[in-house]
């Protein structure tokens, strides 16, 4: 049994192109591995937040990874903050850290550009992500190819605290979903589909209701071709729109092609969109039920504690190892 560890932070509302590109494999991964699931509420106030906002956020969260069907029986499902080995244990990887190799990530490079008055913690939550994934002695971290930078900085502060002091890390994997992993923006399909787009017409948030769905695909960019054929290249928002109906339908890319031979992009959009309506409409209905409800309470508070039992014994083997310890004397 292999150790999974994913965290997403409760900045926005999650999208379809989180749901499918991530959040879809995790109710697979939780039935034949040990899964943490964790609201990184930590990694939020990188930059300003409004107390409230994020506070209501990281339970929204909580209750949609509930609603997509993660199980508490088999997995762990926690918020980050109530785990305080995560930040001690990112003190820890800071130390073991680079500046270099920090500000050489594209994030941070993304993110502070001609900013002013930018947080040190966007340089270095990194290695607190990284502690994240060395708590729990993750096998396998799945996400998005856009953090494959993060996870192999991970993977090198493991090693390198292993060589340097004690071999108590695993060297995660990691894991990005070959199909969906990348799901382009309605408008834009040259760019991924994002929570944090101010123009809310390039996304579906999972809790958009059936009408706003419908007016979101149908608006969505296509081609003057009108013909359904999957290219990436040369037909991108057309291609976007059959992962979306392929992930959402199970029905093949090929599956796809044959039942709009001859159609127009009129029909081709509301099939997409009912498909959509029809994945998200159980998920939704969850979630209304979890929302103000004392059963998420109780599953969050299990999960913290199971996850600090498991978190504080690798802390104490880090702190160990490098001699951060008190060795009491014998009387």
């Not at 990530?105 to 913690?121: H, I, L």
């Not at 953090?147 to 108590?168: G, M, P, V, W």
């Amino acid at each position: 049994m292999s150790v999974i560890f994913s965290g997403v932070k409760p900045t926005g509302f999650p999208t379809l192109g989180n749901y499918l590109g991530a959040l879809k494999h995790f109710v697979t991964y939780q039935e034949e591995n040990d899964c943490y699931f964790c609201v990184v509420n930590q990694h939020a106030i990188t930059v300003p937040q409004d107390k409230l906002e994020l506070r209501d956020n990281s339970r929204k969260l909580a209750a949609l990874y509930l609603a997509i069907g993660i199980d508490p029986e088999k997995s762990t499902l926690f918020i980050q903050s109530e785990v305080p080995a995560h930040a001690k244990m990112g003190w820890i990887m800071q130390c073991i850290s680079y500046m270099g190799e920090l500000e050489r990530m594209t994030q941070f490079k993304d993110k502070a550009d001609n900013r002013v008055g930018v947080s040190a913690g966007l340089l270095t939550y990194p290695p607190l992500m990284a502690s994240d994934i060395l708590l729990y002695g993750t096998d396998i971290v799945p996400v998005g190819d856009d953090q494959k930078q993060h996870l192999e900085l991970t993977r090198n502060l493991a090693e390198r605290f292993n060589k340097q002091y004690n071999d108590i890390f695993t060297v995660p994997d990691v894991h990005i979903p070959k199909i969906g992993a990348r799901i382009m923006d309605l408008g834009t399909p040259d760019k991924k589909m994002s929570k944090s787009d101010e123009n809310s017409a390039g996304y579906i948030s999972m809790l958009d209701d059936e009408k706003t769905i419908m007016k979101k695909i149908k608006r969505a960019t296509t081609d003057s071709e009108a013909i359904v054929k999957y290219d990436k290249e040369n037909k991108p928002g057309v291609s976007n729109l059959m992962t979306i109906y392929s992930l959402c339908s199970g029905k093949s890319i090929n599956e796809i092609e044959d039942m709009y031979e001859g159609k127009g992009y009129g029909d081709f959009k509301e099939g997409v969109a009912l498909a959509v309506i029809e994945s998200l409409k159980p998920i939704q209905e969850r979630y209304n039920a979890l929302i103000n409800s004392d059963e998420l309470d109780d599953i969050l508070d299990r999960g913290a504690e199971k996850a600090n039992r498991v978190a504080n014994k690798m802390l104490q083997k880090a702190e160990r190892a490098m001699g951060l310890e008190r060795k009491r004397k014998k009387k």
